[in-house]
T-cell receptor, first 116, second 109 residues
Framework: DGGITQSPKYLFRKEGQNVTLSCEQN?????MYWYRQDPGQGLRLIYY???????QKGDIAEGYSVSREKKESFPLTVTSAQKNPTAFYLC???????????????FGPGTRLTVL | QKEVEQDPGPLSVPEGAIVSLNCTYS??????FMWYRQYSRKGPELLMY????GNKEDGRFTAQVDKSSKYISLFIRDSQPSDSATYLC?????????FGQGTRLTINP
């Protein structure tokens, strides 16, 4: 069964703690993405990676970090520097990097992070 | 100004109604336009995409793009309660997708 898995589904964090969200895909896709979704704001791009060992900042990268050591894995760390981390986090992948040619992005089920 | 604007609703209609969902965009370089459907607490799934201007139909769903006015539309015919979800429009630029805010739609039996 090919797809994208995210874990955990729900995550609670105390203020000042770093937490890491997992994203794994078995679609053999080169590119992976992290988005944040807040009510009424759609999806905003945090980081993306076009290839292993390479990643770029998206529109709202401050307070987040990522790594891409394996093709199938793209974990996101929400650091204590992120001022308002409570949100729904979505991971996505595409077979090749999004450029000017169409390339469908497939989404995982999401992780809901709540800061207590 | 956001690159893609979408009325967040919420929108509530009776079963069987025709639903019209709309977005506007500002970047003339956008060539591909997508509609995603997202059920509560789930990831978005692609409904359909269109290239440049024109219509595309898939069953009860029709996507329409008018590049001259930078307007994106999704029409749902014979709406069903199972269509209740948040609908996200998106445009593809270089390196990334740009999403609208999403419209929450409820179809009442």
């Amino acid at each position: 069964d090919g797809g994208i898995t995210q874990s955990p589904k729900y995550l609670f964090r105390k203020e000042g703690q770093n937490v890491t969200l997992s994203c794994e895909q078995n679609l053999n896709h080169d590119a992976m993405y992290w988005y944040r979704q807040d009510p009424g704001q759609g999806l905003r791009l945090i980081y993306y990676s076009q290839i292993v060992n390479d990643f770029q900042k998206g529109d709202i990268a401050e307070g987040y970090s990522v790594s891409r050591e394996k093709k199938e894995s793209f974990p996101l760390t929400v650091t204590s520097a992120q001022k308002n981390p409570t949100a729904f986090y979505l991971c996505a992948s595409s077979s090749s990097p999004t450029g000017w040619a169409y390339n469908e992005q497939f989404f995982g089920p999401g992780t809901r992070l709540t800061v207590l | 100004q956001k690159e893609v604007e979408q009325d967040p609703g919420p929108l509530s209609v009776p079963e069987g109604a025709i639903v019209s969902l709309n977005c506007t965009y500002s970047n003339s370089a956008f060539q591909y336009f997508m509609w995603y459907r997202q059920y509560s607490r789930k990831g978005p799934e692609l409904l359909m995409y269109t290239y440049s201007s024109g219509n595309k139909e898939d069953g009860r769903f029709t996507a329409q793009v008018d590049k001259s006015s930078k307007y994106i539309s999704l029409f749902i015919r014979d709406s069903q309660p199972s269509d209740s979800a948040t609908y996200l429009c998106a445009s593809q630029g270089a390196q990334k997708l740009v999403f609208g805010q999403g419209t929450r739609l409820t179809i009442n039996p």
